[in-house]
């Protein structure tokens, strides 16, 4: 399973923004979700099974951050102004290189084979 990292504060989504606007930066794989509502534990728990069953090739090519909206609302709205994909809970976005959206799905639709596509075409 790719390692992951949680999102904290502005200033560590700022940085990671920084980073992703370079060309040779790693697909960044962002899952936003909340401790409070049932859809968010249910697709986090198919999040999470599918972040295990990647292979390690796969898993090392992607950058994965966890954001939790309900305490880190900040990051949460920070990010959907800088990536231009309206919040939502909960919600996947892929990014390329640069920044660019390739991909983003929010409750049921974040699910194992749509997560499988998306990393395939980063």
């Known amino acids: 399973m790719p390692a992951t990292t949680t999102l904290?504060?502005?200033?560590?989504?700022?940085?990671l923004w920084r980073e992703q606007q370079q060309p040779g930066s790693r697909p960044l794989l962002i899952f936003k979700k909340s401790p409070?509502?049932?859809?968010?534990?249910?697709?986090?728990?198919?999040?999470?099974?599918w972040l295990g069953g990647l292979a390690p090739a796969a898993a090392a090519k992607l950058n994965v951050v966890l954001v939790d909206v309900v305490n880190q609302?900040?990051?949460?709205?920070?990010?959907?102004?800088?990536?231009?994909v309206v919040h939502?809970?909960?919600?996947?976005?892929?990014l390329a290189p640069g920044g660019k959206v390739l991909w983003h799905a929010s409750h049921g639709d974040v699910d194992e084979e749509a997560l499988t596509r998306a990393a395939a075409g980063a």
């Open 73 to 84: 609302r900040p990051v949460s709205r920070k990010i959907a102004e800088d990536v231009g």
């Open 8 to 15: 904290t504060d502005l200033a560590q989504w700022e940085k």
């Open 36 to 49: 409070i509502c049932p859809t968010s534990h249910h697709v986090e728990r198919t999040f999470n099974a």
């Open 88 to 94: 939502q809970s909960p919600q996947a976005l892929l």
